[in-house]
């Protein structure tokens, strides 16, 4: 009897499900971790508050890492592994340095991570430490990081291939994200809302929508609205932001690598790129757990911080289809979450002591 291939496909493997849009041929290694597939939640209860009907969230934190960066990440990593590559390189805010960790343990390379010393939320630094990656910390930031990390890669004396979004691969893999949306949807949003960061996802997100509509699986591309950080908005100010600063460290990025991919993403999708507050940022994060049950981190929140912004101002039609991309888990951040929860009651071992503490 053959031995079995595999699990049964119910689940199938992104690289497969969307093989015919991927740069994926067959002596690429078959590397999965379980990525993509992520669900598309419907947001009635927030929906509601914002008096929107058809507002959606796309829960890219049940990715393997908690993380899209793992779509990506498992193509970066089987391209470079087809290429014969031993190690990998990348800057990081944190979820490219726990995608990369654990995708290139599954292929067995050497993980190199620069990262911004105490910049990090700590779920994620801990995530690539117990992947085996060896972890450098810089007395800078990320542009600093990204900076280092793309001349070491140039470098001949050590052979390693950079994984940052500046690599296409990831754009690649991030785009299946916007087929999902579509597939889920059975149509494409009328606006897609993203946090930006390095602006990678929004670029990924843009080419995903015109993939699929060139291909005729849709009949329109929605609307881009991305939104950064108030303290760390580049794209907003039209230039370079040299401290930038933020709680939301997922998208603290002072001069993104793909700054004229997400500029050419808004304005031919006839969207927006806005800066929220860091106020905006962590209401959203709080009503997101607290009326969806859906925790998310910071940076994450930006896209629903940004629709609420725009429905309050009146600029939304009540039914649009609006799809929020949530793009990490709210476990990697614990300090912020330790600061916007409320505290455990304390009450002694017995029934009376605990409907006290309760207030009954
Ligand atoms: C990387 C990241 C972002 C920003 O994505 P870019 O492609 O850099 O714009 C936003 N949120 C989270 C959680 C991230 O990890």
């Known amino acids: 009897m053959a031995a079995p291939s595999g699990p049964p496909a119910l689940r199938p493997r992104l690289m497969d499900r969307y093989r015919r849009f991927l740069p994926v041929t067959d002596s690429t290694p078959s590397l999965t971790l379980g990525e993509g597939a992520t669900p598309l939640v419907r947001a009635s209860r927030l929906g509601a508050t914002l008096g929107l009907s058809n507002l959606y969230l796309k829960i890219e934190g049940q990715n ?31 979820n490219t340095s726990a995608s990369a960790a654990a995708y290139g343990a599954a292929a067995g390379m050497e993980v190199i991570v620069v990262l911004p010393k105490g910049q990090i939320a700590v779920g994620k630094l801990l995530q690539a430490l117990m992947a085996g990656a060896r972890v450098v910390a810089i007395d800078g930031n990320f542009d600093e ?70 291909a005729g699986l849709v009949d329109r591309t929605p609307r881009m609205w991305g939104f950064q950080a108030a303290g760390a908005a580049p794209l907003v100010v039209g230039h370079r932001v040299d401290h930038p600063d933020t709680i939301a460290t997922a998208i603290r990025i002072g001069d993104p690598a793909s700054w004229t991919k997400a500029i050419d993403a808004r304005d031919r999708s006839g969207g927006r790129i806005d800066a929220v507050s860091d106020d905006e940022i962590l209401a959203a994060y709080r009503a997101l757990a607290r009326q969806e049950g859906i925790f998310c981190e910071p940076a994450s929140a930006a896209s629903v911080a940004g629709v609420t912004r725009a429905a309050a101002a009146g600029e939304l039609e009540s039914d649009a289809l609006i799809v929020c991309v949530l793009t990490g888990h709210g476990l990697k951040d614990p300090t912020t979450a330790e600061r916007q929860a409320a505290s455990v009651i304390e009450a002694g071992a017995s029934v009376g002591a605990v409907s006290v503490a309760l207030g009954w």
């Open 64 to 94: 393997p890492t908690g993380s899209f960066k793992d779509r990506g990440m498992v193509v970066a990593v089987s391209k470079a592994a087809e290429a014969g590559a031993a190690a990998i390189v990348c800057a990081s805010t944190g």
């Open 145 to 214: 990081a990204l900076g280092i990390v793309r001349a070491l890669a140039e470098q001949d004396d050590h052979p390693v291939t950079l994984v940052n979004s500046v690599n296409p691969f990831r754009i690649e893999g991030q785009k299946t994200a916007a087929f999902e949306v579509c597939d889920d949807l059975g149509c494409a949003p009328d606006i897609l809302a993203i946090p930006v960061g390095n602006a990678g996802n929004i670029s990924a997100y843009w080419q995903g929508f015109r993939e699929y509509a060139d």
